[in-house]
């Protein structure tokens, strides 16, 4: 996976890990520290710079030229 993604960013919350950077149409999310992962898609194609989740369902990610997206179910959509 290293090979094909450019991860910019990490960020956790409880059990929850969320990695994401160039292409920016992926979100990789883990709920069990890393154990196991999935790919969330995202509505955005620009790299993600930036990845801030304020709570397991609410998160930010920011991205190249001012991009923005939210999600309130831990990733599943955005």
Excluded: Y
């Excluded at 919350?13 to 999935?38: K, Y």
């Excluded at 998160?59 to 955005?78: C, F, H, P």
């Amino acid at each position: 996976l290293r090979d094909v993604v450019d991860f910019r960013c990490v960020d956790a919350q409880g059990s929850h890990v969320w990695l994401a950077g160039q292409p920016g149409s992926t979100i990789w999310h883990s709920p069990d520290r890393g154990q196991t992962w999935e790919r969330q898609r995202t509505s955005g194609a620009l790299p993600i710079n930036q990845l801030k989740f304020l709570s397991e369902t609410v998160g930010l990610a920011v991205g190249e030229l001012g991009q923005m997206q939210r999600t309130t179910d831990g990733g599943r959509t955005w």
